[in-house]
């Protein structure tokens, strides 16, 4: 795609589509390839959370803490722990709301983290199981942690190839409330097939993808981004790493 921006006329102009720049659709354009750009610059690399990296786009983060203080979950499971912002991010939250714990899951826990958040001041609501997300004693592991909890919302942030988020989904969907979402992050991959940092194959092989899959063949869950809980802006479209992430437990 060519876009040419002329800030005199004030034009945007997207392979021939002239729009004014000072619109919604010059913005999803510009947004569109700031947060491809973004991606490739590591932008999200360069965040924190309570003392803790999160390797997260700031927009996702407030639209999670949107749905996290909505549901008021009770359990909170995630998949990929890194350097443990999630994690964190996920019990502060609960923290605040005063209810609810964090199941979090590796498949190797390196040892400056573990340590990082085993100390922090939050640690006493999350739960740390190492081993592959899918492995059948992880996801035993992870079922027993559910126990009485009535609200479960689950976050899957590992191994973003669709075969894995697919299994991720099979084992993981179950666990989730009905009203509650399992998230599948990271499906931006299948725009990044041309920037540098990105695959060829990202375009069909990447969360998204693995989420529709899902979607077409459990009527139980339907792929529907959560609604805004305050937008005063002409706006409607979110920016985001996780395009058709959020797969909602209708039943």
């Known amino acids: 795609m060519r876009i040419t921006i002329d800030t005199d ?11 004014d720049l000072y619109s919604d659709a010059a913005f999803e354009q510009l947004s569109d390839l700031w947060v491809q750009v973004g991606w490739n610059q590591k932008y999200s690399y360069a965040f924190s959370w309570l003392g803790v990296p999160l390797i997260q786009l700031p927009e996702d983060v407030v639209r999670y803490q949107e749905v996290v203080w909505r549901l008021k979950p009770d359990l909170i499971i995630e998949t990929g722990v890194a350097h443990g912002g999630s994690a964190i991010l996920s019990a502060s939250l609960l923290k605040l709301i005063g209810r609810g714990r964090v ?91 041309a920037a540098p940092r990105g695959k060829p194959g990202w375009d069909r092989d990447n969360p998204a993808q693995a989420a529709l899959d899902f979607a077409a063949r459990h009527p139980n869950f339907v792929i529907e981004q959560p609604e805004w809980v305050f937008n005063e802006s002409t706006l409607t479209k979110t920016i985001t790493h996780w395009p058709d992430a959020w797969l909602k437990r209708i039943r």
């Open 103 to 193: 199941v979090a899951v590796d498949i190797e826990s390196r040892p400056h983290n573990r340590a990082r958040i085993e100390a922090h001041p939050l640690s006493g609501l999350i739960t740390l199981i190492e081993g592959s997300s899918t492995a059948p004693e992880v996801v035993a592991a992870v079922k027993a942690e559910v126990k009485d909890a009535k609200t479960v919302l689950v976050v899957l942030d590992s191994d973003h190839s669709r075969g894995h988020v697919l299994d991720e989904l099979e084992a993981y969907a179950p666990l989730v409330s009905v009203g509650a979402y399992i998230v599948a992050t990271d499906g931006l991959m299948r725009d990044l097939t």
């Open 9 to 19: 006329a004030k034009t945007l102009d997207a392979d021939g589509q002239v729009l």
